[in-house]
């Protein structure tokens, strides 16, 4: 490792550890001391010179000079920055795998790969909105239990009109994913009744969130009713469970709003996303994705970005490389560039939650966790801060999601971390600068993913 590991008892564990290459100290130790590093807490503020003491996965306490502990590791961080991991709020798991993208990929291991990959690239949860039948899912959740150092698993059933939802490329691969499982993904409603019955099954089964689709696509799709949706939210909400919104205009936000939802899954932060509707979201604490990365990273070369080939089998590498339909700089729609600048002017000034979300892996070659730190170099370009952004990506996410143990450097809070060589709050894509990553205070063997690549 690149950096300084004091063992201040046990001497003969470090020499466990060089043997064993790797810093092994954290799995065996219970604690562990950051020391000298600046914290980004993820609420807006940063301590400089700040040590940060973690035991048993958690964080006990931050401070300055704070006494080493008796056993344990201590890692020197002078000149580094750490932060809390970030979160991606909406990401569909198990159809993209590092060599292709279709419901056969979909099987636990793929989906625990997927959950690899987010690791490497310093997340400590995803959301997966709506494509994922419970009962695999629950194994997912229970595998990242066990082993500590992968993110949080969170997951959705998904609603609409009966056969319908997802795009329809994507529509296809759900319904064969429900074909070869045996297991329901897309509930179909078709009145207030039935949405209510939904609903209580749903509860029942153990979801805790929903998400339902608002959109016609573009007249191939019949459109979720209002009535529908409002029994949808109203009877989640007396049942416990939150409610995103898959929704195509703006339009139709200030009706789901006063349904009661608790999200937006795409922004279309565009002129129809008025101050009036900035407010009635703000009013009823509902939080909103922009979601930008996904059309727009579809024009970029992005198979050239160094950030991302170790993920990239050659034949992923290729399709994702200049061609055509992808250049290294795409040309930008000026009109539409400064839309959403003054959109994203608007919601700072109503202090709208803005969340990180990226909708990866709900069409071929938008990857894990790449296009969370792509979306974050999005928001700063039009106009939010640095800070903002990384706030979007860690506390304001985890306050939507109801991670409580995730978001922020405070003590209680779990020991998920991403610790950067440079600061992000100068140039946000520092976040590429990657020096650890740590879930539930285990390391994360960061080469060892990559290396899987085939
Ligand atoms: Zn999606």
Redesign the pocket.
């Known amino acids: 490792m690149s950096y300084r590991v004091l063992i201040r008892s046990h001497a003969w564990f470090l020499g466990i550890c060089i043997a064993a290459g790797v810093i092994c100290g954290a799995q065996a130790q219970n604690k562990m001391l950051l020391e000298d590093a600046s914290l980004i807490i993820g609420d807006g503020s940063v301590l400089t010179n700040h040590d940060v003491l973690i035991e048993d996965g958690l964080i006990v306490s931050l401070g300055e000079n704070l006494p080493p502990p008796d056993t344990g590791l201590v890692v020197d961080l002078q000149g580094k920055w750490v932060m809390p991991a970030l979160i991606d709020a909406?990401?569909?798991l198990g159809f993209q795998s590092r060599q292709s993208w279709g419901a056969d990929n979909y099987e636990l291991e793929n989906l625990t790969d997927n959950l690899e990959q987010y690791a490497y690239y310093g997340f400590g949860a995803v959301f997966s909105?709506?494509?994922d039948p419970a009962e695999i899912a629950q194994l997912l959740a229970a595998t990242v239990r066990r082993r500590k150092n992968l993110p949080e698993f969170l997951y959705a059933a998904g609603l609409a009109p009966p056969g319908e939802g997802?795009n329809n490329q994507f529509l296809e691969q759900t319904s064969q994913v429900q074909a070869r499982t045996g297991y329901q993904v897309l509930y179909g409603v078709t009145d207030p009744e039935s949405a209510r019955q939904t609903v209580t099954d749903l509860a029942l089964k153990g979801f805790e969130f929903l998400?339902i689709w608002v959109d016609d696509r573009g007249g191939s799709q019949t459109k979720l009713a209002p009535e529908i949706y409002r029994a949808v939210a109203q009877h989640a909400g007396e049942a416990g469970l939150k409610v995103f919104v898959?929704q195509q205009s703006a339009s139709d936000m200030q009706d789901l709003i006063s349904a009661g939802v608790d999200g937006f899954?795409?922004g279309r932060i565009g002129r129809d996303f008025t101050d009036e509707l900035i407010e009635r979201a703000v009013q009823s604490d509902v939080f909103v994705i922009p979601?930008l990365g996904l059309g727009e990273l579809r024009r970029e070369a992005i198979g050239e970005d160094q950030f991302l080939t170790p993920f990239l089998s050659q034949g992923l590498r290729e399709s994702l490389s200049a061609s055509e339909r992808r250049q290294v700089h795409p040309e930008r729609d000026a009109t539409n560039e400064s839309e959403l600048i003054a959109g994203f002017a608007r919601i700072e000034v109503g202090g709208l939650d803005l969340v990180l979300g990226t909708?990866a892996g709900?069409v071929p070659g938008h990857p894990f966790g790449y296009t969370g730190h792509r979306e974050l170099e999005i928001y700063v370009r039009l106009g939010m801060s640095p800070m903002d952004a990384l706030r979007s990506a860690t506390s304001l996410a985890a306050k939507h999601l109801g991670l409580r143990g995730l978001g922020l450097l405070e003590p209680g809070k779990q020991a998920s971390l991403l610790i950067l060589n440079s600061d992000p709050t100068s140039d946000i894509r520092n976040t590429r600068d990657i020096h650890s990553v740590y879930l539930n205070g285990q390391p994360v063997d960061r080469s060892a993913i990559a290396s899987r690549t085939p």
């Open positions: 909406h990401a569909h909105a709506g494509s997802p998400k898959h899954l795409h979601n909708d709900a």
